[in-house]
C-alpha cells in the first residue's frame, strides 16, 4: 500500500522536474538568444561570464520550480 503512493508520489516529482527543466531551459536559452542578437556582452569574457550566470541559475532553479510543479500536478490529479 505504501510503495504504490511513494511510485506514485516519484512519478509526479520526475514529471514536474521535466516540465521545470523544459521550461527553465527554454527561459535561459531565449534569454541568452535575446542578448546575443542585441549585442550586449562586447567582449568574450563577458560571454563567457553571462553564460557561466545562466548556468548557475538553470541549476538552482530547476530543483525548486519541480516541486512548484509538482503541486500543481497533484492538484490537477485530485
Known sequence: MGG???AEL???YLQGL???TITVLSICGFWIFFRAKRKLDKTASERQHFLYEMIM???LLIPVLSFAFMSIL???KS
Open 4 to 6: 504504490k503512493m511513494f
Open 10 to 12: 516519484m512519478t509526479i
Open 18 to 20: 521535466l516540465f521545470s
Open 57 to 59: 541559475i538553470a541549476l
Open 74 to 76: 497533484i492538484v490537477l
